[in-house]
């Protein structure tokens, strides 16, 4: 049963994630990020923070959304 509740708990961290990646994405140029991590699951990282994206992150990344801004106007 406890496999059963971290899976639950696994999938709403995701989606949390997933919701502010998307939010963030939409008012950035950066690309957002849901990256996987053993103590809090998943979170959202803006790659606007890091410049490049340290390897150590890079491989934990499971999803990416792309910035929404453009600049060409």
């Avoid at 406890?2 to 708990?9: E, K, P, T, V």
């Avoid at 957002?32 to 790659?47: M, N, P, S």
């Amino acid at each position: 049963m406890a496999s059963i509740a971290q899976h639950n708990f696994n999938s709403e961290r995701y989606f949390a994630a997933l919701a502010v990646a998307e939010r963030r994405a939409l008012h950035s140029f950066f690309d957002q990020h849901i990256v996987a991590d053993k103590r809090l699951g998943y979170f959202a990282l803006d790659e606007g923070d890091y410049n490049a994206l340290p390897a150590h992150l890079a491989v934990r990344v499971v999803h990416t959304i792309h910035g929404a801004m453009s600049d060409e106007f």
